[in-house]
């Protein structure tokens, strides 16, 4: 809970903005509580910047907003399934024609063959430059993570017993540390080499050649989208 300054109350006629505003329609949907100097709860305010740009708003438009951001998210992503669709999770920046203009991009997503990759994309020093900061076949640390907790279960099923036998345990944890490497990270070892430039279509060629896709177009959202699963699907053809 946070304390603060009074913030001025969004007006109905203000709150109408959330329809064609998605940053304020955000700030509206993730607004925090605030507290007094005695940490007694006051009101629900926005984190706009600047300050004086703050709203106190209620439980019910932030319901709202949440709800009609969920809505978005939805037709987003019905509207890209087979466009190579990325999640905005850095700054925006206004670059030169043809460029991307998000310093961190993030998508997962199938390929035409069904697996399942994850790639994390951004910029260096130099924006126009191509940057992987994540590479991950997604199929295979499913399957490593499966191992660990599979083998962590034995281990606390057998600690569990009267007389645990500490010889299996050693030998249990020696299976589940092999799987604790993480070999599905790097794929194709694209991470942190000389991609080339940060443009729209090296991109989209550098996942289409690497993973394995048939991916058309590239499409960017920076505000309605979270990348916590699978987000589109390469085309088969």
């Known amino acids: 809970m946070t304390h603060s300054q009074d913030y001025k109350i969004v007006t109905p006629e203000e709150f109408k903005n959330i329809y064609t505003n998605e940053i304020f329609r955000n700030e509206i949907a993730h607004a925090n509580p605030h507290s007094d100097k ?4 006051k009101y629900f305010g926005t984190c706009t910047h600047p300050n004086e740009n703050r709203r106190q708003v209620t439980p019910s438009q932030i319901y709202t907003a949440q709800k009609l951001k969920k809505q978005r998210a939805e037709e987003v992503l019905k509207e890209n399934r087979n466009n190579l669709l990325f999640v905005g999770m850095g700054c925006e920046f206004k ?4 460029f991307i203009n998000n310093h961190r991009i993030r998508t997962e997503f199938l390929n035409t063959e069904g ?8 910029t260096a020093r130099d924006i126009k430059e191509l940057i992987c900061m994540h590479s991950i076949d997604k199929d295979l640390q499913n399957k490593f993570d499966n191992r660990v907790n599979k083998y962590q279960n034995r281990i606390n099923q057998e600690n569990k017993k009267t007389m645990p036998d500490y010889q299996k345990i050693k030998s249990l944890r020696e ?13 194709n070892g694209i991470e942190h080499a000389n ?20 991916f058309k177009k590239i499409v ?18």
């Open 95 to 98: 670059p030169e024609e043809g």
């Open 195 to 214: 991609l080339g430039p940060y443009t729209y279509a090296n991109l989209l060629q550098l996942v289409n050649f690497t993973y394995k896709c048939n």
């Open 220 to 237: 960017i959202d920076n505000t309605n989208l979270s990348c916590d699963g699978l987000i589109c699907k390469s085309p088969k053809n």
């Open 115 to 122: 697996k399942r990759f994850f790639i994390e994309v951004g």
């Open 175 to 187: 299976s589940k540390n092999k799987y604790l490497e993480q070999p599905y990270n790097n794929y």
């Open 38 to 41: 005695d940490g007694r709860f």
